[in-house]
T-cell receptor, first 114, second 114 residues
């Protein structure tokens, strides 16, 4: 089955700096790659996603890049703010609309210090 | 995107007992997914529930321990049976709608077994 590796497990940055979280996946059939933010005690919230026919996607301060050949994708957060502090999970899935579940990375705990 | 109502939000249960968790979706969905999130860990898929057929369980999870019902396209239950302290986790349901939508999560059930 799909194996998603995520690095780093913890990341501490100063407010205003950029943060980058990287993930690799094993199943070349995976074609959907979302990123979730989970604040303490809350459910995971989708922040951005990318499909395999796209190399990069951006939404304000958040961007995701995908390298299908190398089977890795990354989350980039620019101009970080203290409210960005949370655990971030990457995930991968095949054929989203056919009912395949998400396979999650182990998560990155991001701390943004003022 | 779909809105999921999950209950109970939390419970403290005695070992050896069972707890049934419910998820109600505000729209019809083909697949519902059940995850477990142990303290400080990532989300692990327990099973995929398709309406009208038996759920498909992931390695390490069995139907006798985690029976699932899926009576219609908007509702599912997960039962945690014969509980032990090792079952203390957050349990989440998830659905995916059609093209253009991400996977949505219920608010989770925080289970503590004493």
């Amino acid at each position: 089955g799909e194996n998603v590796e995520q690095h780093p497990s913890t990341l501490s940055v100063q407010e205003g700096d950029s943060a980058v979280i990287k993930c690799t996946y094993s199943d070349s059939a995976s074609n959907y790659f979302p990123w979730y933010k989970q604040e303490l005690g809350k459910r995971p919230q989708l922040i951005i996603d990318i499909r395999s026919n796209v190399g990069e996607k951006k939404d304000q301060r958040i961007a995701v890049t995908l390298n299908k050949t190398a089977k890795h994708f990354s989350l980039h957060i620019t101009e970080t703010q203290p409210e960005d502090s949370a655990v971030y999970f990457c995930a991968a899935s095949k054929a989203r609309n056919s009912g395949y579940a998400l396979n999650f990375g182990k998560g990155t705990s991001l701390l943004v210090t003022p | 995107s779909a809105v999921i109502s999950q209950k109970p939000s939390r419970d403290i249960c005695q070992r050896g007992t069972s707890l049934t968790i419910q998820c109600q979706v505000d729209s019809q969905v083909t697949m519902m997914f059940w995850y477990r999130q142990q303290p400080g860990q990532s989300l692990t898929l327990i099973a995929t529930a398709n309406q009208g057929s038996e759920a498909t369980y992931e390695s390490g999870f069995v139907i006798d321990k985690f029976p699932i019902s899926r009576p219609n396209l908007t509702f599912s239950t997960l039962t945690v049976s014969n509980m032990s302290p090792e079952d203390s986790s957050i349990y989440l349901c998830s659905v995916v709608q059609g093209e253009g939508y991400g996977y949505t999560f219920g608010s989770g059930t925080r289970l503590t077994v004493v």
